[in-house]
């Protein structure tokens, strides 16, 4: 039984008993990993014990079992080395991140290293403590695709090849895997509405604009509910967080 020791995001937890939790933490170097974390809630004489806490920083210390990587590993030291305290003083940063840690577990393989979506999730996080929320978050999401092999093409056609810039009406299938042109459109089952400019966005990186973001935002989520084939549970708190900022949007000419 090995011991391992690697930087870790919480992803998840859940009490298994009134002094353990069940971990799932996002590791740079071993991917998502599922923990037991025996005892970490128990307090003693000089210390009140409150566990680990959802999307801290820490360096873990845990156990591997050669050929048994699928069952829970067991955690045996937690040093965090960051809570990112900000993000509990805002509805909306901790909605958005809770979104990017739901997705990230969802998304991801157990033991299955991204280190590029590591930092990139880190650095996410941090962002939250001066950048809009739903701007930061459309950045990492959209990396995320990309590094898990998921991105939609948004500047061709995912039917006819051809490329969608500036060819006015833009519809978005997440079936197909990106933009649909008008001519392709009445064949497609499954299809959104895309504003041009969120298409262009979205293909050159470029999430400054907060109301392009919002958009984008929405357009993501409806992605993700399609790969879930469930809304993600951050969803709607996230969605009642952003407030009016997003509903003056959402409704825009060429949205659905």
Known sequence: MALVKDMAIVLRRLDYSETSQVLAVFTREHGQVRLIAKGVKR????????????LEL???????????????ATLTEWRQEDGFAHLRRDLARCYAAQ??????????????????LFDAL???????ALEDAVVALVGYLWLLLREIGLRPDVARCANCGRPVEDRGLLYFSSREGGAICRDCEPAMV?????PP?????LAQETFGDKSIAVQAFDLLDYHFTELLS??????????QALGPQRNQTRRRPGTQ
């Open 230 to 239: 469930h809304p993600p549970r951050t969803s709607r708190p996230l969605r």
């Open 197 to 201: 400019p969120v298409a262009r966005a």
């Open 58 to 72: 820490g360096q873990a210390v845990f156990s591997l079992r050669s050929g048994k990587e699928d069952n829970l």
């Open 43 to 54: 307090s003693t004489k000089t210390r009140v014990a409150t566990g680990i806490d959802l």
């Open 99 to 116: 979104y990017a840690a739901e997705i990230t577990s969802q998304l991801t393989e157990v033991h299955d290293p991204h280190v590029r």
């Open 190 to 194: 499954e299809k959104r509405r895309i």
């Open 122 to 128: 880190h650095q996410f996080l941090l962002a939250l």
